[in-house]
């Protein structure tokens, strides 16, 4: 059975680490929106006299946000049409809310729920100070923002999405990444993953 496994949360929380240890394991394509988008999106924002970094300007929102989200999307579909097990890695705070997104995917592939088997894990950091040396470390001018603005960000950062979507149970994991990723604890998500 193919998987298609969601890694979701918000910046500094170690959604793509995570998935990075857990491919090491198990075959997939490892697609992380912001990779998959994020030269053509800089682009557009510097072509319309932007920060190429900014993600939470009006003009991302409303004219290329979706356009990131959904090419990611088309390459997971191309991807799961292929045979191949699938790792996303994004927020997909939108997407998550609509329950007729993850139905579109798997008919677009092709595929049935007997066929994919999709799983979510929600990355989170209980430890705000953490994730803030975390996105400081990693030092991408994307996350500017975030650290000029760091009290508005935190208050969006702690929380875990709202999942519309019509998944068996045991198919969403909230996986708290305050303390070290050890091998056991990729266990925990290797094994979540299987099951």
């Known amino acids: 059975m193919q998987k298609l496994v969601f890694f979701v949360g918000v910046a500094g929380t170690g959604k793509t680490t995570i998935a990075r240890k857990?491919?090491?394991?198990?075959?997939?394509?490892?697609l992380d929106r912001d990779t998959v988008g994020g030269r053509f999106v800089e682009h557009a924002l510097v072509q319309n006299g932007l920060d190429?970094?900014?993600?939470?300007?009006?003009?991302?929102?409303?004219?290329?946000?979706d356009l990131e989200y959904d090419t990611t999307r088309d390459i997971c579909i191309d991807n799961l049409v292929a045979g191949q097990n699938v790792?996303?890695?994004?927020?997909?705070?939108?997407?998550?809310?609509?329950?007729?997104?993850i139905e579109d995917v798997l008919r677009s592939a092709g595929k049935t729920r007997a066929e994919v088997d999709?799983?979510?894990?929600?990355?989170?950091?209980?430890?705000?100070?953490?994730?803030?040396?975390?996105?400081?470390?990693r030092r991408t001018e994307?996350?500017?923002?975030?650290?000029?603005?760091?009290?508005?960000?935190?208050?969006?950062?702690?929380?875990v999405p709202d999942i519309r979507w019509d998944l068996p149970d045991g198919?969403?994991?909230i996986f708290d990444n305050s303390p070290p990723?050890?091998?056991?604890?990729?266990?925990?998500?290797?094994?979540?993953?299987?099951a």
């Not at 300007?57 to 290329?64: A, F, G, V």
């Not at 790792?87 to 329950?99: G, H, R």
């Not at 994307?142 to 929380?159: I, M, N, V």
């Not at 990723?181 to 299987?194: A, C, G, P, Q």
């Open 22 to 30: 857990l491919a090491e394991r198990m075959p997939a394509a490892f």
């Open 52 to 65: 190429p970094n900014d993600r939470d300007s009006e003009y991302y929102k409303r004219h290329l946000r």
């Open 87 to 101: 790792f996303m890695i994004s927020p997909f705070t939108s997407e998550l809310k609509n329950p007729d997104w």
């Open 118 to 137: 999709v799983k979510i894990i929600v990355v989170t950091l209980e430890n705000m100070e953490m994730q803030k040396e975390r996105i400081i470390a």
């Open 142 to 159: 994307r996350d500017r923002w975030k650290l000029d603005h760091w009290e508005a960000f935190a208050a969006r950062a702690r929380f």
């Open 171 to 173: 198919a969403v994991k």
């Open 181 to 194: 990723l050890t091998e056991e604890r990729v266990d925990e998500l290797y094994r979540f993953i299987r």
